[in-house]
């Protein structure tokens, strides 16, 4: 099967979409700068897929990043949300909703005792890092290369994502000085947090990583690194930020916390939890998380956090997850036959490459035999990338369109679709 038509409308909305916004899309990787070529425009999508403005399917292996992923416009969400938007759709007063979700959270994620609802991501990690600050009185923190939290200033240093895709160093707009309080290391070097730690004695507030990094494509911690991270910020009283806004409720109903059994002091999520609408969240101990205001002095706040409709499709998604956890073993075993199935072909027709997986997240790396932190993921073929990424769309695939992003699977997703997309890669000759 071939994609009819999608370049010629996609052009021309493309076109029509710069005149008025910068680079004709809302956030940059999904300009397809990276890859090259014009980016697809949808217009609906069910389950596993992707409809553009010309009627073709694609299989979908972002599910927008993660949220969807009960795979999209799923019934139950879709009718809890058109239920509530008769009811209201933003009071900027308390709701019983948010109880109700932050209840849910506390019973899936271990160690939650007091959560806050934000908008996006970036608001939760933006909220964390200051609550760390706030509550330990240190200004610097240690983050690592090819992690990706947002794109709030202190975070825009060595970053993943769209950060890395751009290849952009230093972001013009972040100071000197905050940047100067960012400190990084290569993930997975615990010698270089151990350093970091000893030429900053005593000015350390957090430590902020991806339990699994997802923005330099999917790159698993390695045995003990965690765990050694949560030694350390014991010894000298540094806050462990786990970034679970890929990880939380993908990886397991208590996310990476649960599934690799390390527990962080504070952790953010994002995506899975507003199930397709803007949400973020930051949560902890009851200690730590009563320096936010009105509890405590470090301010905090939002107009549209814990919006009714974000949280019934929060709530309604999490709840599946909840009360369905063979969710994340089918999950699992469909990201597996995945990863088996491509690497197949893809070996077949000759191609060297290696592939990580954790639970659903997954990426394939070409021509280099380990990706274990940025700098591995970086020197890999983007060329050869790009050609996979352009051929798999031609034939109905929509993979994320930089080499510096994870796979998602949906749970919608069939046996016949890994079958559809394996068959699609077998087609990929050098
Ligand atoms: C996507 C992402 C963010 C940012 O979330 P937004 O909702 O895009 O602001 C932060 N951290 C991680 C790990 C992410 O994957």
């Not at 370049?7 to 021309?12: D, F, G, N, Q």
């Not at 938007?85 to 209840?103: D, N, Q, W, Y």
């Not at 009105?294 to 599946?320: D, E, H, R």
Request: net charge negative; charged share 15%; with cysteine.
């Amino acid at each position: 099967m071939m994609i009819k038509n999608s370049t010629k409308t996609s052009h021309l909305l493309f076109e029509r979409a710069q005149a008025s916004i910068p680079g004709g899309v809302n956030s940059p990787v999904r300009a397809f700068k990276s890859v090259g070529g014009t980016p697809v425009f949808f217009k609906e999508a069910r389950g596993a897929y992707l409809y553009d403005e010309d009627g073709n399917r694609y299989i979908d292996l972002i599910a927008s990043w993660g949220p969807m992923i009960l795979g999209h416009s799923h019934p139950a969400v879709v009718e809890a949300v058109a239920r509530q938007v008769h009811k209201a759709t933003s009071f900027g007063a308390p709701t019983r909703l948010e109880i109700e979700m932050a209840e849910l959270m506390k019973e899936m994620v271990p160690g939650l005792e007091l959560v806050r609802m934000v908008n996006s991501g970036t608001e939760a990690c933006m909220s964390a890092l200051r609550l760390a600050r706030g509550y330990t009185g240190k200004n610097k923190f240690i983050k690592f290369e090819g992690c990706y939290h947002g794109h709030a200033d202190p975070f825009l240093v060595k970053a993943g994502s769209g950060v890395a895709t751009f290849d952009i160093q230093s972001v013009p707009g972040v100071t000197g000085g905050t940047a100067h309080d960012t400190l990084t290391a290569p993930y997975n070097d615990i010698e270089a947090v151990q350093k970091l730690i000893d030429q900053n004695p005593g000015d350390i507030a957090a430590i902020i990583v991806e339990p699994v990094a997802g923005n330099m494509g999917c790159v698993p911690p390695q045995p003990g690194f965690l765990e050694k991270l949560r030694v350390i910020c014991d010894r000298y009283g540094i806050i462990l930020i786990f970034d679970e806004v890929m990880t939380g409720f993908r990886l397991a109903q208590g996310g990476a916390q649960e599934r690799l059994g390390v527990k962080a002091d504070l952790v953010t999520f994002g995506k899975v939890i507003g199930g397709g609408l803007p949400v973020g969240a930051f949560g902890g101990n009851r200690d730590i998380m009563s320096a936010i205001a009105p509890l405590g002095k470090v301010y905090q706040a939002g107009t549209l956090s814990g919006n009714p409709l974000a949280m019934t499709a929060g709530y309604t998604t999490l709840s599946i997850l909840h009360n369905n956890p063979q969710i994340y073993s089918e999950l699992d075993h469909k990201t597996q036959l995945l990863e088996q199935k491509l690497s197949e072909v893809l070996s077949a027709n000759g191609w060297h490459f290696t592939s990580n997986r954790l639970g659903s997240m997954l990426s394939f790396h070409f021509d280099i035999d380990q990706v274990t932190n940025f700098s591995e993921a970086a020197a890999a073929n983007q060329n050869t990338f790009r050609r996979f990424f352009h051929h798999m769309l031609s034939q109905g695939v929509y993979l994320p369109p930089s080499a510096f992003e994870s796979y998602f699977l949906s749970n919608a997703l069939t046996f016949e679709d890994i079958d559809f997309i394996a068959e699609a890669a077998s087609t990929f000759t050098a």
